[in-house]
């Protein structure tokens, strides 16, 4: 038959996030300092350039005032390569849907944390009012869809932030065309089912007509979740509700490779790298870049670092880790935790291991620019990604992305979802198991060049062929295609 293309320059989408690329910080009265946001949802779908496209979401501020909110949303329409539409949550919204039901249930469910203690012990008053706020915030970002949206528009919704959305959406309208993509693992139906809203959640994600996740084991355990607990029919290409068919589909998400390897040319990027080459001359240096959260076992990866300079006196001096973690989510009280546990490991590993000269581990609690980023990954011998979980790990890509001259070697945790596109390039590793990482850290130190260069061959071929863009053409043409097969099988 005919194929289907859908892939125009011109289709208008509405990305429906959480957050926006960028977050607001008051600067003044009614103005405000813009600040680029941090994390795998931003970094790819900023990557995402040939669509007309708005984004919907969160500016990070709480601004009660109308006269505020206009000066936001006017600051945010002007500057952006991607047009920014601000979503207002006042502070208690916030507190109850955002530091309650996503970071604090959702969040660490998800990554087979599981789910609080006090929540389940406590009155089951404090979950519900976290679920209803969870609900009534998915109406607000729902409203604000509304208000911009166009006949012929692809409406796409992202991450656990917005699984009530689909619903909200297509009640409204049902001839709007929703996706929803998510950017976190879907864990088993076993842990899915503990979720007290379990039922809710499912049954508006299905409103959607094409759901999508990085890796097939997401979206296999979804299907299960839906048959399991919903006792709903699962069909190779979804899962069907009374006739209605919700598409489930693996869309593993990449990063703009090029925008990376183009910056390396840059002299700014230059210079940093030179100062750092000159500051770690002599040493071999380990890095690790993530957001300060339990899920990307820092902890683990320090301890390992400490497990394998324990065992091998001779690299003492000669190796140094680079750890920077940027604060996230600070307000709620698991990730206050974590920052004190970890500062405490590193400041004991550096009385045991330092000198008056140098430390083993430089730990910095703050985010780096684009610039400093790239000259970092491309100086540096060993990539460490120990995440206990995590949906895909764009950290992981960006990292070799910058690492055509020196070929580095990555060492990945299993449990992330690069795992399966990585894998045969990194050393995989069990990040719970010390004794393993450090090991592997051994191993990495001393492997030989063309084993490296092989190792690394592999892993860039994959970064630069599967690029965010590539990702989100896909989804947005499946979902075009979708529409039009469930409208051929109303009309037969
Ligand atoms: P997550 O989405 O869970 O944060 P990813 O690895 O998929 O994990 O994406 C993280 C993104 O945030 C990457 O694009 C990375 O460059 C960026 N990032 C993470 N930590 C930092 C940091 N300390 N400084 C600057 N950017 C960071
Ligand atoms: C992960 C989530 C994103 C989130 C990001 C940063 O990547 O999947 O939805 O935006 O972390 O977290 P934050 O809570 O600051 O938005």
Known sequence: GERLDFRTSKQRLLVVANRLPVSAVRHGEDSWQLEMSVGGLVTALLGVKEFDTRWIGWAGVNVPDEIGQKALAKALDEKLMQRCIPVFLDEEVVHQYYNGYCNNILWPLFHYIGLPQEDRLATTRSFQSQFDAYKKANQ???????EHYEEGDVVWCHDYHLMFLPKCLKERNSKMKVGWFLHTPFPSSEIHRMLPSRLELLRSVLAADLVGFHT??????????CTRILGLEGTPEGVEDQGKLTRIAAFPVGIDSERFIKALELPEV???MKVLKQRFAGRKVMLGVDRLDMIKGIPQKILAFEKFLEENPNWRNKVVLLQIAVPTRTDVPEYQKLTSQVHEIV????????????????????SLDFHELCAL????????VTSLRDGMNLVSYEYVACQESKKGVLILSEFAGAAQSLGAG???VNPWNVTEVA?????ALNMPADEREKRHHHNFKHVISHTAQEWASTFVSELNVTIVEAQLRTRQ
């Open 140 to 146: 607000l970002f729902a409203d604000v869809v509304n």
């Open 216 to 225: 097939y084991d997401y979206a296999r355990h979804f299907v299960s979740a």
């Open 270 to 272: 230059q210079d940093h």
């Open 347 to 366: 400041g004991r590993i550096n009385g045991r291991f330092g000198s008056l000269t140098a430390v083993p581990i430089h730990h910095l609690d703050r």
């Open 377 to 384: 990954y491309a100086v540096t011998d060993v990539a460490l």
């Open 426 to 428: 990194a050393i995989l």
């Open 439 to 443: 090991s592997s850290i051994g191993y």
